[in-house]
């Protein structure tokens, strides 16, 4: 089963994972007010639908007033959206995530799937983040490291450290990292995923990490 943005990063927030202050809306004319309880001067406003390349296709926006927020829910609310990840039907558009602005200073990918051989857990980042990962493995396979996790010690500290070397982490960042693995491995544990993804995973413009985005399958 997919979840939504908005559904992943709710279960983000339930492990201490750091996410942006938003509400979701089913109706154009909650907009203002979802606008004004976010507050702030600029949103962002996304389309959800179980699809990447949202971006590209005009389902993603930066708005400065609230009047641009309603006028992005009444386009796509009920419309199909088209992006490379789907076919040419698209997918229906029945909410809109809007969020506070987020200043980026760098992206990064992060994910994390089941590896059937060893039947573990396996993370995968990469310091190119907002891009097709197979393309960076293809073309980069530097920039991206595997991290398998043993079920019965979890997580480790070196290894928060060892992927934070190759995400090009500072000190400070590397702490709040050794932090964010764990829960994150305690979520898709504890929730039977099949895939978690984070793309991107950016540093803010204040040096911290910021889960921008959320992607998770849960196994049937």
Same mark, same amino acid.
């Given at each position: ?7 992943? /990063? ?14 979701? @809306?089913?109706?154009?004319? +909650? ?5 004004? +309880? ?7 406003? /996304? ?9 590209? %296709? ?35 558009? %029945? %909410? ?67 992927? %934070? ?13 050794? /932090? ?22 950016? @540093? ?14 849960? +196994?049937?």
């Amino acid at each position: 089963m997919n979840l939504h943005e908005f559904q992943g /990063k709710a279960l983000f927030a339930e492990y201490n994972l750091p996410v942006s202050n938003g509400k979701v @809306i089913y109706d154009a004319n +909650d907009a203002l007010k979802a606008c004004r +309880d976010i507050g702030g001067s600029k949103w962002v406003v /996304k389309a959800q639908v179980h699809a990447g390349g949202r971006g590209k %296709s005009g389902g993603v926006k930066l708005v400065d007033t609230p009047d641009d927020a309603i006028e992005f829910a009444k386009k796509w609310l009920g419309k199909r959206l088209v992006t490379y990840q789907t076919d040419a039907n698209g997918q229906l558009v %029945s %909410s809109i995530l809007i969020e506070e602005c987020t200043d980026i200073a760098d992206e990064l990918y992060l994910s994390a799937v089941v590896d059937r051989a060893s039947q573990r857990v396996v993370f995968i980042a990469s310091s190119e983040g907002g891009v097709n990962i197979e393309e960076v493995a293809k073309n980069s396979p530097e920039k991206v490291i595997y991290e398998s996790i043993d079920p019965l010690t979890g997580a480790q500290p070196f290894q928060a450290r060892k992927i %934070s070397k190759v995400l090009g982490l500072n000190q400070s960042q590397t702490k709040q990292f050794s /932090k964010i693995l764990p829960n994150l491995m305690k979520l898709f544990v504890n929730r039977d995923l099949s895939l978690l993804e984070i793309n991107p995973l950016v @540093i803010t413009a204040g040096g911290n990490l910021h889960c921008l985005d959320a992607k998770i399958n849960i +196994d049937s």
